[in-house]
């Protein structure tokens, strides 16, 4: 009767969100009420489970989000973004352009959304693509697919911050696991297949190139170094590692991880305090002759995008704490082990439905965590490493078969001027190339670490 109301709650949440067009966030509100009250929870506990499901996931996910869109902001607001890919190009030359683009945005895509991202290095992928001539797709696919992988991969991005809290990962942990399957994954998936397609699917550069171009401005007259861009941009996954680095020490005895050195340098190693003491360098550094009224002005107008995205992250989390508290999770840990289904494999497949289904990856991935939570939580013998690529699993499965139902599909669309058959040739196919080799390295790494 518990799975059935499971899967129950899970087609009404898709059927509200694709049918009836109700904004996720107020959907998952309803099928976690509706859910608390089926499964029978004590109606004076139904509030306190809501609330506690909620809260728990914004403790984590609201702080690592805002600071990470603050950076973003200010990053493209000093014409960062713009520094950072030109120097690639002039480094890289024409052959390379398209492998230029890529990792301009991979490392701008570590702070800033799929959405804003692509926005911003649109022109510059255009003004690129004008200059060396060819297929557009050449240039903007490798920039797209890394904005995709990075939004999908790591923190502090919502929907793997989000999965990793609800099943209890190291997030320092989870930065640098996921860096190092979100490059490889980046390289095939997405770079040798841009390479693939862009040979024979040919698309010519947007009527509207020109009224999208960069306009110099008080913002970019004077951009910052390269050197700077690069500061900021490595500085927390370089904080990152106190904390992996010296707990790995710690637990292998090298060192006495109870001293006071240890730990103070933990704390500023932890992903949170890593990016506050990030946002502070980049405003000393990049902020030029603005005033500290400008900057604010540009963390305060970073924040608005992000708040349906920490919002849906956290109804997300209160459908997990429904849940958990319901004893679903424990019915389905028991089926799973019947089945003898690696939690990995379960990971892919149910993030990969939710994503076809409704279309948003971030849904897709705090489901799938919110439902595997009690599964991943009664197997004694799961490392912080497994743990680490289930997530990647399921940002796999989340990354997959982008279709009419995501935004991002339109987005690609409207952006390049493709049709939607040649936007499922493309932009589709990249996306499911993406999720797919995702998940074959971290079913590889599971089964190596």
Known sequence: MLIFTMIAAIIFLLVLIIKFKVHAFVSLIIVSLLTALATGIPIDKILPTLLGGFGSTLASVALLVGLGAMIGGILEITGGAKVLADTLINKFGKEKAPLALGIASLLFGFPIFFDAGLVVMLPIIFSVAKQFGGSVLRYALPSAGAFAVMHAFLPPHPGPV??????????????????????????????????????????????????????????????????????????????????????????????????????????????????????????????????????????????????????????????????????????????????????????????????????????????????????????????????????????????????????????????????????LKTWTALETSIGVVGFIIALIGSAIL
């Not at 020109?210 to 007259?221: C, D, I, Y």
């Not at 990969?352 to 965590?369: C, D, I, M, W």
């Not at 013998?381 to 690529?389: A, E, K």
Request: hydrophobic share 50%; net charge negative; with cysteine.
């Open 162 to 423: 989000a999965s990793g809290d609800l099943l209890g990962v190291n997030m320092g942990l989870l930065v640098i696991v996921g860096l190092i399957c979100a490059i490889p994954t980046w390289y095939i998936g997405t770079y040798l297949f841009s390479n693939f397609i862009s040979k024979r699917i040919y698309v010519e550069l947007p009527k509207s190139f020109l009224s999208m171009e960069v306009m110099e401005n008080e913002n970019t007259l004077n951009p910052p170094s390269f050197k700077k861009v690069i500061i900021v941009l490595l500085l927390p996954v370089f904080l990152i590692l106190f904390d992996t680095g010296l707990n790995t020490l710690s637990v292998t005895k090298v060192i006495d991880g109870s001293a006071l050195w240890v730990q103070s340098l933990r704390l500023i190693g932890k992903t949170p305090i890593a990016l506050l003491i990030t946002l502070l360098v980049a405003i000393l550094l990049l902020r030029d002759t603005r005033s500290y009224e400008q900057i604010e002005k540009i963390c305060n107008n970073a924040l608005g995008p992000i708040c349906s995205i920490i919002l849906v992250t956290g109804a997300g989390g209160m459908f997990g704490g429904v849940l958990r508290a319901s004893g679903i999770g424990d019915v389905l840990s028991n089926m799973m082990s019947d089945t003898g289904m690696p939690i990995i494999v379960a990971a892919f497949l149910i993030a990969t439905t939710l994503r076809v289904a409704q279309g948003s990856a971030t849904v897709a991935l705090t489901t799938t965590a919110a439902l595997l939570a009690p599964t991943v939580a009664n197997a004694t013998d799961l490392s912080q490493f497994d743990l680490c690529f289930i997530v990647i699993a399921i940002a796999s499965g989340a990354t997959v078969l982008s279709h009419v139902n995501d935004s991002g599909f339109w987005l690609v669309s409207r952006f390049l001027e493709m049709d939607e058959k040649t936007t």
